[in-house]
């Protein structure tokens, strides 16, 4: 029999796909798939507080993204602009302390000049924590974390003999964030494609067939209880 927790998932992080497929049927542009995937964020991130979800984890734009074609490329990244400078007083107002995970070294100085300063501004928010992945991929994540760590070891800093996991962890761009409970992946897709490969290995997954523009508060509010119907045993078992 399953024994539910009774308790709502402390972190949840989302695949937000299917954007694209949403203009597809409505015979528009990718990016107006985007642009409504952005506000369905917006209306996600608020109802958060209600649920008992303290950290909330989005994937916006992955290592592979920039495979995409250039117009579309550019067009999320005006997005990510627009989005920022567009939210940043109502995220502060609202109690949301804001941080990106992901590499920086290729976006654009604009974006990140906005990004360190929504970072800043919401800094002392606890209410919600969101975190947006922005060219963020889980290997490169790891391969990153390595080579801090073994800088460290070279400096005479860290002896590699006391890494451990928790240690590990340290170097890896979540290092702030407890792992998540539960990951969703909308648009029918049961993959993960490099999202938090490391943080992930004991959450729950939800794969839906919602495309992200359709993901409504309501959806997401009926998977986050029904969630807490579940039981999770991190590997023992239970009597
Ligand atoms: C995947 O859909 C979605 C993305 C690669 C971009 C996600 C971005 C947003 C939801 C915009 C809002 C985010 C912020 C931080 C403002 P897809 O294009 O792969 O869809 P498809 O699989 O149907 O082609």
Known sequence: MKRGTGIAPHHVAIIMDGNGRWAQQRGRPRLFGHQAGARRLREIVRVCPDLGVKY???????TENWKRTQIEIAGLMTLFRRYITLETKALVREGVRVRFIGDRIRL??????????????????SRVHLTIALNYGGRDEVARATRRLAQEVRANRL?????????????????????????????????????????????EYEF???LWPDFTKEVFTEIVTGYSGRERRFGAVTA
């Open 208 to 210: 839906i067939d919602t």
């Open 108 to 125: 654009d100085e604009k974006l990140v000049w906005l990004m360190d300063e929504l970072e800043l501004m919401t800094a002392d928010n």
């Open 159 to 203: 002896n590699p003999d006391t890494v451990n996991e928790e240690t590990f962890a340290h170097y890896l761009d979540t290092y702030f964030l407890p792992d998540p409970d539960l990951v969703i992946r909308t648009s029918g897709e049961a993959r993960i494609s490099n999202f938090l490969l490391w943080q992930s290995a004991y959450a």
């Open 56 to 62: 909330l984890t989005i994937f916006a734009f992955s």
